[in-house]
T-cell receptor
Framework: EPEVTQTPSHQVTQMGQEVILRCVPI?????FYWYRQILGQKVEFLVS????????KSEIFDDQFSVERPDGSNFTLKIRSTKLEDSAMYFC??????????????FGPGTRLTVL | KQEVTQIPAALSVPEGENLVLNCSFT??????LQWFRQDPGKGLTSLLL?????REQTSGRLNASLDKSSGRSTLYIAASQPGDSATYLC???????????FGQGTRLTINP
């Protein structure tokens, strides 16, 4: 069964460093998302991406964050200058497009980001 | 702003019991509602998706209902098993936006 994959599973970085989290969505899906979950807190939406552009972003997704689909299969989240409060589990998700109907989102296993 | 609340925060029951997990949301303008399972330190596994026009969905021992007008959904688990132990998350799809808003989850423990 197709699944969303994410690499790395765990990333440790120093405060102020740039990180890139990578995701391979399900191959025939057209909507892509990033969410994060700070330990002990709710899963929070960061950004959605469709047709090579951001379709929606949250107030968390400031200028330090960017997303890209560099090669038609990967979907990346970049954090330019990490802060301690960026430590969280980051989930990638994808969903198929179906006109007039909101679709099921499928989540990857997550990347645990630890900022020291 | 949509808020999603799940009650109870934690539940512990003996194996074999039928149980109900509750989810409430403040804004009835939703596209859909999804129930997920999350094992410790792991990703989210989609269990059921209910479109806003539907009243319920069933998958095996799981049945989810949706009452949009009252802002409620329930997840019914029949004949619970120790393998059902996990955190169950409810998430609503926002009308006019491509995103999910999550509840804080119910941590379920099934005791053998």
């Amino acid at each position: 069964e197709p699944e969303v994959t994410q690499t790395p599973s765990h990333q440790v970085t120093q405060m102020g460093q740039e990180v890139i989290l990578r995701c391979v969505p399900i191959s025939n899906h057209l909507y892509f998302y990033w969410y994060r979950q700070i330990l002990g807190q709710k899963v929070e939406f960061l950004v959605s991406f469709y047709n090579n552009e951001i379709s929606e972003k949250s107030e968390i997704f400031d200028d330090q964050f960017s997303v890209e689909r560099p090669d038609g299969s990967n979907f990346t989240l970049k954090i330019r200058s990490t802060k301690l409060e960026d430590s969280a589990m980051y989930f990638c998700a994808s969903s198929p497009f179906s006109s007039g109907k909101a679709n099921e989102q499928f989540f990857g296993p997550g990347t645990r980001l630890t900022v020291l | 702003k949509q808020e999603v609340t799940q009650i109870p925060a934690a539940l512990s029951v003996p194996e074999g019991e039928n149980l109900v997990l509750n989810c409430s949301f403040t804004d009835s303008a939703i596209y859909n509602l999804q129930w997920f399972r999350q094992d410790p330190g792991k990703g989210l596994t989609s269990l059921l998706l209910i479109q806003s026009s539907q009243r319920e969905q069933t998958s095996g021992r799981l049945n989810a209902s949706l009452d949009k007008s009252s802002g409620r959904s329930t997840l019914y688990i029949a004949a619970s098993q120790p393998g059902d132990s996990a955190t169950y998350l409810c998430a609503v799809g926002i009308q006019g936006a491509q995103k999910l808003v999550f509840g804080q989850g119910t941590r379920l423990t099934i005791n053998p």
